[in-house]
């Protein structure tokens, strides 16, 4: 049975004109509701099937992966996706914070397994992941030590959106707002979400749980670009930090932010998430 058919309508009716009207700043009188209810209701008479996809994507809003793995699990993340109770149908969004194959490197295989759904990624390395350039996201030289494969590959794939500081994603009700954030890599990118007075961070490589970075032996990883990241990062307000490996921080994500920023302060650089020995 399709689900919508059990949808209290008129209480979702009311929260999309409460919303609309709240935008609008209009008043309501006592009847208010009732004359605009049967108003609709009117002029829907004979097409139910044109306002069950108006209000569909309230329902059913689409779904968003940020980072998509390198491509070997795909059909595990997928499934792990239908096990939580999601329908992977519904992920019309890839946003990816960086290049890198382990972030990245599954973009194209996504793209097939859920009908091409659009793919944001900065506009810095946008055309080289067109190009499946595995020198540019240092997939070469992972490679050589022993990170990937040897017979892993880069697929190419299309970049539908160029994200650049100050853009936005917009993903049914919920928006993101995009911080360039180099320093583990050109074309780094974090992402805040601001919903229900929580500030998530979707953080990449940037920083990790308890203040830590990942600098790493490649062409693009910098220093001086890392630093200018963190102090980026110390003015959020973040309250959940989600890194793009190990442990997640759904309380006090700032605190992690200004451990690595301390650090800075005393002219230091912050702990290696992975240590070299």
């Known amino acids: 049975m399709d689900p919508l ?32 209810a049967r108003r609709f209701a009117f002029s829907m008479r004979g097409q139910p099937d044109w306002f069950q996809g108006f209000l569909e994507p309230w329902l059913r809003p689409d779904r968003t992966l940020i980072d998509v793995g390198a491509g070997m699990g795909a059909e595990a993340i997928i499934a792990n996706v239908k096990q939580d109770g999601f329908d992977p149908a519904r992920i019309r969004h890839l946003i990816l914070t960086h290049g890198h194959g382990d972030h990245a ?5 996504f793209s097939k397994l859920l009908d091409a759904p659009a793919i944001h990624v900065s506009g810095v390395i946008a055309d080289s992941l ?28 299309p970049v539908d959106h160029e994200l650049e500081e100050g853009a936005t994603i917009e993903v049914g009700q919920l928006r993101l707002s995009v911080f360039d954030t180099p320093g583990h890599s050109d074309g ?17 490589d940037v920083i990790f749980f308890g203040g830590k970075v990942l600098l790493q032996n490649i062409h693009d990883c910098r220093l001086d670009a890392l630093i200018s990241s963190l102090r980026k990062l110390r003015g959020l ?11 997640l921080s759904l309380k006090e994500g700032q605190r992690h932010i200004e451990r690595a920023n301390l650090v800075l302060d005393r002219l230091l650089i912050p ?6 020995w």
């Open 130 to 157: 067109r190009r499946g350039d595995e020198k540019a996201m240092s997939i070469d030289v992972a490679k050589q030590a022993g990170i990937y494969p040897l017979d892993y590959h880069l697929e190419p794939f």
């Open 5 to 36: 058919l059990d949808v209290d309508w008129a209480a979702h009716w009311r929260t999309l004109v409460e919303t609309r009207e709240a935008q609008v700043g209009r008043s309501r009188e006592d009847d208010w509701w009732g004359r605009r």
């Open 237 to 247: 307000s973040v309250t959940d930090l989600l890194p793009g490996h190990l442990t």
């Open 188 to 204: 780094h990118v974090s992402l805040l979400l601001e919903d229900g007075g929580r500030r998530i961070l979707f953080a990449g």
């Open 105 to 109: 490197g599954g973009a194209a295989r």
């Open 271 to 276: 702990e290696q998430m992975v240590a070299a």
